[in-house]
């Protein structure tokens, strides 16, 4: 028999010392997953939404809508090298040149809308990835009309928004410097406020239901630093509907929307006040998580906490992102098979709200870039069966506590959901036969024997005890 190490994360269960079993109560839980549909084009999310929905994602995230800046005379490869004959970059999505619906890479604003109809139609919900925070690195290819209604170019920027941020944490440097070459917009101009209001309310009219906000630590929150040409750091309160501004404000109630900021966790980061606006990205956790997987340990770093001082349930949650993978490619040399079943491990989880990131079609551990074009789909990851097995399962699971068991010295970690469900996965590259102790979980999983739906594989439970075999690489679900 294995030792285990059992550690439960949610309500306990109410035990009467004479008479029936009292009844457990219903946990505070998320349900929801969201696909990260990244670089795919509006008309490439539309056509593939029926799957989507049919994988069990909630959300789906696109990369940014506005307009942007042209790269490389408009060409379409995710990331060209030198001598490459199609050029281009991902990023150039990230440059905003005006607030507007529609860019070149992923679509004009009917194809936008189209792609909204066919979210509707499949009761999915859209986030669209958003950037106020600055503007394209040549920040002459601003168009005329952000320039006019900010009170002209030179306001649109804040006093210090062409010095490099040398310390990224210091609070006045990061809210208000340039960071990566990217010019630190005046995001307490409220003309500049006034104006990309009316993008997210244009959005919003469109049906869109939630937003994430790239470098969310680098715009300044009410006890930051003021910029010289500011007079109060009011943005967040604009952004989520708690103030209006020049009589423009957040289109439809606050508490309809899904709202998270990335701010990626460090030194002198303020995640406490972060997130009394939104919720945060688990940036922390993320790196714990890899750690593991690239270890095939669970005892590699600490997954038992959430490495940040926001409740689990206003976190989103990743294997990856974009960043760790596009950018030093601190993750891209994961396995697709490692990254599910970390993938498996975050959704069978109690809390959190996981993001499933979509690589790039035909991409291989030596090829990062895969076919290497935007706007087209990503790989089959998305829909793996395990992956959508997983996904059905967390949403089944609603009001179940959890209860994290690692065994087999840490190559295996099975989450438990109340009675109600069990998910055992193989963090390892060899075969596990398992013996795990669930007598001391509460409350106890019932005994029986259970088939997984995907690989068809039986487990026993037994006085308390579960056995079978996890293949190398592999989820088992295990539901009454």
């Not at 952000?146 to 210090?160: I, P, S, T, Y």
Request: net charge negative; with cysteine; proline share 5%.
């Amino acid at each position: 028999m294995n030792k285990t190490l059992l550690l439960t994360l949610a309500t306990g269960v109410a035990l009467a010392s004479c008479g029936p079993k009292a009844e457990t109560p219903q946990a505070d839980t998320n349900d929801d997953v969201i696909l990260h549909a990244w670089s795919w084009s509006f008309d490439t999310i539309a056509a593939n939404m029926h799957d989507i929905a049919e994988a069990g994602y909630a959300y789906v995230q696109t990369s940014p809508a506005n307009t942007c800046f042209v790269g490389e005379d408009g060409g379409m490869a995710l990331f060209s090298q030198p001598g490459d004959s199609v050029k281009g970059k991902w990023y150039y999505y990230y440059q905003p040149t005006d607030w507007k619906i529609g860019n070149y890479l992923l679509g004009d604003r009917d194809q936008f809308k189209a792609m909204m109809d066919s979210a509707a139609k499949y009761n999915v919900k859209v986030i669209v990835d958003v950037l106020p925070n600055h503007t394209a690195v040549d920040h002459t290819a601003v168009l005329p009309d952000l320039d006019n209604a900010v009170g002209g170019h030179d306001k649109l920027f804040h006093a210090n928004g062409f010095n490099d941020i040398i310390d990224y944490n210091d609070r006045y440097q990061c809210t208000t410097g340039k960071m990566g070459g990217l010019p630190d917009v005046n995001t307490e101009n409220p003309d500049f406020q006034a104006y990309y209001m009316t993008y997210v309310n244009d959005l919003l009219s469109l049906g869109v239901r939630g937003f994430r906000y790239d470098t969310a630590k680098h715009i300044g929150l009410p006890s930051d630093p003021l910029d010289s040409l500011a007079e109060r750091n009011n943005f967040w309160d604009i952004a989520t509907g708690r103030e209006a501004v020049k009589g423009i404000s957040l289109g439809v109630p606050r508490d309809s929307l899904f709202i998270y900021g990335e701010v990626l966790q460090d030194r002198n980061v303020k995640e406490a006040e972060y997130g009394e606006y939104m919720d945060l990205t688990a940036s922390a956790y993320g790196h714990a998580l890899r750690k593991v997987l690239d270890k095939g340990d669970f005892n590699a770093d600490s997954l038992l906490n959430w490495h940040h001082p926001v409740d689990g349930k206003h976190l989103v949650t990743w294997v990856e992102s974009h960043d760790t993978y596009a950018n030093e490619h601190e993750s891209a040399g994961l396995t697709d098979d490692q990254i599910r079943m970390g993938w498996i491990f975050l959704a069978a989880r109690q809390n959190g709200t996981p993001l499933f990131f979509s690589r790039p079609a035909g991409s291989t551990r030596e090829n990062y870039w895969g076919n290497n074009r935007v706007g087209a789909r990503g790989n089959d990851e998305f829909k793996h069966p395990e992956v959508v097995a997983i996904n059905k399962f967390r949403r089944a699971m609603h009001g179940q506590p959890e209860t994290i068991i690692p065994a087999n010295e840490g190559a295996v970690v099975a989450v438990q959901r109340g009675t109600a469900g069990l998910a055992l996965i193989n963090l390892s590259s060899s075969a596990q036969t398992l013996d795990i102790d669930l007598s001391a979980t509460l409350p106890t999983f019932p005994d029986g024997t259970y088939t997984d739906p995907v690989s068809g594989a039986t487990f026993t439970v037994a006085s308390g005890h579960l056995t079978g075999t996890l293949a190398p690489y592999t989820s088992a679900l295990l539901t009454r």
